[in-house]
């Protein structure tokens, strides 16, 4: 029992990744808005940026796996109204409120 459970974890730890950087794919859509989303209070304030394109609606945080620490610059190149080529990565999920993130924008 004890080698299923630690099978299953590793499979958990290094397949979600593997599988985070196979979702990987570049679209094209149309953002009609963008805002960034705060909560919590005082020292403990997180935040993260959304994205609404024309079909779905994109969380912009810092990405570990794809090396990516800046967020906010890439909110900043979005441009609205226009037709933006975005890199987006992960699955949305809509029970936990989980959206594909935007790696990048060309």
Not at 47 to 75: C, H, I, M, P, R
């Amino acid at each position: 029992m004890k080698k299923i459970i630690i099978i299953i974890v590793l499979v958990l730890i290094f397949g979600y990744p593997v599988a985070y950087y196979l979702s990987y794919e570049t679209i094209e859509t149309t953002i009609s808005d963008k805002e960034r989303i705060t909560t919590g209070k005082g020292d403990e304030i997180k935040s993260k940026f959304l994205v609404y394109g024309e079909d779905e609606v994109f969380e912009n945080t810092d990405s570990w796996l794809f090396f990516k620490f800046d967020s906010a610059d890439v909110q900043n190149e979005i441009e609205l109204d226009k037709n933006n080529k975005i890199k987006v990565a992960g699955w949305r999920v809509p029970f936990f409120s989980w959206y594909r993130n935007v790696i990048s924008v060309d």
